[in-house]
């Protein structure tokens, strides 16, 4: 875990936004193909079992165990994913909120008015980009409030999203450039108006997928969230000791509350 984000960020509070649930039934429900190849085990009335590096899985409950002891809360909501969870916090934050994920998804969140901009772990932790509106405009050509219809268009295969066949970046984020958003580029297929007969005819073969793809790439805003005390606070040395000699950590341990506590 990178604490040195909290020395370059200098936040006053920090949430860690777990999976409650990876696959919700109701997204797999709309696309059935979501997420379908991390599946290592479907459980019935349960979340579906994600397949997970070994080292990764092995490093979660210590991961749990020093986010605890270092006093960041974890929050999870129920049939829903940890996206939401950010999403809904974002959402209802009365400050500005910088949000660490390495999901382009949440590139939808970025609203310069609300001070809302995503820290980019994707291409690791040595090479961070920090978004804001003009820089989502720059990789993608479209508005951060434009990011899940173009998603929604262009399809990601590490979600199991096909996207419209034929439709690639540079040409769902055009014809979001020319009609705004789904809605109308959607109407603009229907009417034969303001697009290829091509593109035309790709949009309108995609009909039953793009009646639902929008309410699977949107993250959910809305959640009914928890209330927890999320400013930072000097670290407790005892729950700090424990967790250090139950999982042997040392250093690692020794700068979170390094960090955390010069912003306490």
């Known amino acids: 875990m990178k604490y040195e984000l909290v020395t370059t960020y200098e936040p006053?509070?920090?949430?860690?936004?777990?999976?409650?649930?990876?696959?919700?039934?109701?997204?797999?429900?709309?696309?059935?193909?979501?997420?379908?190849?991390?599946?290592?085990?479907v459980v019935a009335g349960a979340p579906d079992v994600e397949e997970v590096p070994d080292p990764l899985e092995a490093q979660i409950p210590v991961i749990r165990a020093e986010l605890e002891a270092i006093g960041i809360p974890i929050v999870g909501v129920a049939a829903h994913e940890a996206d939401d969870v950010i999403a809904s916090f974002a959402a209802q934050a009365s400050a500005p909120v910088d949000v660490?994920?390495?999901?382009?998804?949440?590139?939808?969140?970025?609203?310069?008015?609300?001070?809302?901009?995503v820290i980019y772990t994707g291409k690791g932790m040595?090479?961070?980009?920090?978004?804001?509106?003009?820089?989502v405009v720059s990789k993608y050509a479209v508005l951060p409030a434009q990011y899940a219809d173009f998603a929604a268009l262009r399809g990601d295969a590490s979600d199991g999203l096909p996207g419209v066949a034929g439709i690639g970046e540079k040409t769902a984020a055009s014809l979001?450039?020319?009609?705004?958003?789904?809605?109308?580029?959607?109407?603009?297929?229907?009417?034969?108006?303001?697009?290829?007969a091509g593109v035309r005819a790709k949009i309108l073969a995609?009909?039953?997928?793009?009646?639902?793809?929008?309410?699977?790439?949107?993250?959910?805003?809305?959640?009914?969230?928890?209330?927890?005390?999320?400013?930072?606070?000097?670290?407790?040395?005892?729950?700090?000791?424990?967790?250090?000699?139950?999982?042997?950590?040392?250093?690692?341990?020794?700068?979170?509350?390094?960090?955390?506590?010069?912003?306490?």
């Open 12 to 41: 006053t509070h920090v949430v860690a936004c777990w999976d409650d649930d990876w696959r919700p039934q109701w997204r797999v429900d709309l696309i059935p193909s979501y997420k379908a190849h991390r599946v290592v085990e």
């Open 100 to 117: 660490v994920t390495g999901d382009r998804d949440l590139f939808q969140l970025v609203d310069d008015e609300r001070g809302v901009r």
């Open 126 to 135: 040595s090479n961070l980009e920090v978004l804001d509106e003009a820089a």
């Open 176 to 196: 979001l450039k020319e009609h705004g958003d789904l809605a109308g580029l959607r109407a603009a297929a229907a009417s034969g108006t303001g697009m290829t």
């Open 206 to 264: 995609a009909s039953d997928y793009l009646d639902v793809a929008p309410t699977v790439v949107e993250v959910v805003r809305t959640l009914d969230l928890p209330a927890v005390s999320a400013r930072l606070r000097a670290p407790e040395a005892t729950a700090v000791s424990a967790v250090a000699e139950r999982w042997g950590l040392g250093a690692s341990l020794d700068r979170a509350v390094t960090a955390i506590s010069s912003r306490a």
